[in-house]
């Protein structure tokens, strides 16, 4: 079983809409939760993380994690053609340092 | 701030060969330093995660003979692929974590190592 799963997509969304992609992970010790987005031949970027059960808002980003579900999504509103890029969920587990990423969803908004 | 580079950005070498990456910190100082390998339309896998003056901690199915790394410093890892093949051909990602961080880890801009 992955320890992080995420749908491959792609996921199409028009500009302007709301893109929701979700993740889900295997252990329930983990920690914290983040989301990065990666543009081809490029390494991923932060977009935030959390680590508290609810809502975290940062821009037209909100996390939401639900741990008794063990499911955490990334809203992204008004969605722009620069938001198309594979989208990774990453968690950190009961190992401190230790990272574990899915596989990511592609996002293509379409103008 | 938090700057992360790698060198080179490219690379193509002959089977057979040894090819080393360096992971720099720029502007803060790294305990930690992870190092990813991530083939075409995959996700990012962990090879190893070294800290500052200790011997790296390999992951599962990652040769740490094949794959050495050399943290020496704390603004400096270094990953040395040796007698590279062609299925060794990846994209190799460093990140680095500052001391006290709990949640971030930034990202070099990654190694593209191509072995004929």
């Known amino acids: 079983q992955k320890e992080v799963e995420q749908n491959s997509g792609p996921l199409s969304v028009p500009e302007g809409a709301i893109a929701s992609l979700n993740c889900t992970y295997s252990d329930r010790g983990s920690q914290s939760f983040f989301w990065y987005r990666q543009y081809s031949g490029k390494s991923p970027e932060l977009i935030m993380f959390?680590?508290?059960?609810g809502d975290k808002e940062d821009g037209r980003f909100t996390a939401q994690l639900n741990k008794a579900s063990q499911y955490v999504s990334l809203l992204i509103r008004d969605s722009q053609p620069s938001d198309s890029a594979t989208y990774l969920c990453?968690?950190?587990?009961?190992?401190?340092?230790?990272?574990?990423f899915g596989s990511g969803t592609k996002l293509n908004v379409k103008p | 701030g938090a700057v992360v580079s790698q060198h080179p950005s490219r690379v193509i070498c002959k089977s057979g060969t040894s090819v080393k990456i360096e992971c720099r910190s720029l502007?803060?100082?790294?305990?930690?330093m992870f190092w990813y390998r991530q083939f075409p339309k995959q996700s990012l896998m962990l090879m190893a995660t070294?800290?500052?003056?200790?011997?790296?901690?390999?992951e599962q199915g990652v040769e740490k003979d094949k794959f050495l790394i050399n943290h020496a410093s704390l603004t400096l890892s270094t990953l040395t692929v040796t007698s590279a093949h062609p299925e060794d051909s990846s994209f190799y990602i460093c990140?680095?974590?500052?001391?006290?961080?709990?949640?971030?880890?930034?990202f070099g801009p990654g190694t593209r190592l191509t072995v004929t």
């Open positions: 990140s680095a974590r500052e001391r006290g961080d709990l949640y971030e880890q930034y």
């Open positions: 990453a968690v950190k587990g009961y190992n401190f340092n230790k990272f574990y």
């Open positions: 070294s800290n500052e003056g200790s011997k790296a901690t390999y």
């Open positions: 502007d803060f100082q790294a305990t930690t």
């Open positions: 959390i680590y508290s059960n």
